[in-house]
């Protein structure tokens, strides 16, 4: 059986083996210490911004608050009694019935007594924030892990972990370009060929470890500032928008999941694709059978390029649309022989659980076609 040829226009492209890595991850620790009195989730629960998770014991705090309070208060009465003794001295100074000395005794005074309701005001400040860190709450949207502490424990401020919580609407997919590509991407650039990711965000593909499609996408949001001179690879991070397994939120992706990352390289460019099963191999050398219009088999000598789907793009000028390629049969024919070629039966429709194999996305309107943004700056 025989097939024709495809001419489309493909992208270059490298893939890349990397892993899941949270967004936004905390791990939740008291600020002050005290005995856990309570705790308001269940292990592995999805919370709001502000959800109440833990409760430390306020009595004492509340005391302290109300010991700085009064010490305030009795600042300020203090702080009225110094002013108005200060404006009675004043009136007899100016009227020369007092001393300086005198006066000067009485101005600071008042000063001193100012400067403790300050120190006051500071207490209560503190003594009130004191307070509202025995009961912490979620600092954003996400999925909490396992409780490290159970309630009537002590926590000591800032040592103890309690539990930690991760955002998972969005994953970063971090990966390590070799230094080989990245020259590659950076002589492009040199060029003028392309702009550099930084100039010009670039969308990446995604399959997960159970997938053999690119049925997610992102895009790239960090280069790193070295290259690792152990490993001669370049980390990159590209964010990824987690879907959603139902209406409810439960996530497809979480982090640590291994994924494979596949960059566009370059500007799209038109190419010859055929079948990678028409494709053979002789000592190295690939090549396909051609029928020409006498139906005599030709072998034409090949040199491959990257496989997308299951076809491979053929560089060169080897063989074109109109020509007529074997794809099955291959060990059962010889060049100079004579066939008679049918045409190969249409590929079945692929699945629709899965996204197939795509190009990438054509810069945006007010982009140019050689804007397409690359890896490497």
């Known amino acids: 059986m025989v097939d024709r040829p495809v001419l ?21 620790k008291s600020r002050v210490t005290g005995y856990l009195k309570q705790i308001h989730f269940k292990d592995g629960q999805d919370v709001e ?18 010991k700085a309070r009064a010490a305030l208060h009795k600042a300020r009465e203090h702080l009225k009694t110094t002013t108005s003794t200060y404006s009675l ?3 007899a100074y100016e009227s020369g019935s007092e001393s300086k000395d005198k006066h000067d005794i009485a101005a600071g005074d008042m000063a001193e007594a100012a400067a403790e309701v300050e120190a006051q005001l500071a207490a209560v400040e503190l003594a ?31 040592e103890t972990s309690l539990t930690t919580i991760v955002r998972l609407d969005e994953v970063y997919a971090t990966f390590d370009i070799d230094e080989r590509t990245v020259m590659r991407v950076r002589r492009l650039i040199q060029k003028g060929e392309v702009k550099s990711s930084r100039e010009l965000p670039l969308r990446v593909q995604i399959a997960l470890a159970d997938e053999d499609d690119f049925s997610m996408s992102g895009v790239m949001v960090f280069t790193d500032n070295q290259v690792d001179a152990g490993t001669g690879t370049l980390r990159v991070r ?20 291994f994924v494979r990352v ?9 190419a010859v694709l055929v079948p990678e ?18 139906n005599t088999v030709e072998r034409r000598n090949v040199r491959v390029g990257q496989q997308y789907g299951t076809s491979r793009v053929i560089e060169g000028n080897v063989v074109s649309p109109s ?46 076609g050689k804007d397409r943004a690359v890896p490497g700056e």
């Open 8 to 28: 489309q226009k493909v992208n270059d492209y490298e893939d890349f083996a990397g892993r899941t890595e949270p967004v936004k991850v905390v791990e939740l």
């Open 49 to 66: 911004q502000g959800k109440q998770l833990f409760d430390i014991d306020d009595r004492i705090y509340k005391a302290e608050l109300g």
């Open 89 to 91: 001295v004043k009136q």
């Open 128 to 158: 009130e924030t004191n307070l509202r860190f025995c009961h912490i709450t979620a600092p954003f949207d996400g999925r909490l892990s396992k409780r490290l502490v159970d309630e009537e424990n002590l926590v000591k401020a800032d």
């Open 238 to 257: 590209a964010t990824i928008t987690n879907p959603r397994l139902t209406t409810a939120p439960w996530y497809m992706l979480s982090p640590g999941m």
């Open 262 to 270: 596949r960059v566009p390289i370059g500007t799209p460019r038109d």
């Open 277 to 294: 099963k028409a494709i053979g191999s002789d000592q190295g050398q690939r090549f396909v059978f051609v029928v020409n219009a006498e």
């Open 323 to 368: 020509d007529r390629v074997i794809v099955d049969g291959l060990l059962r024919v010889r060049p100079g022989a004579e066939v008679n070629p049918k045409p190969a039966p249409p590929p079945p429709p692929r699945p629709t659980n899965r996204t197939a194999i795509t190009l990438p996305q054509a810069p945006a309107p007010h982009a140019k």
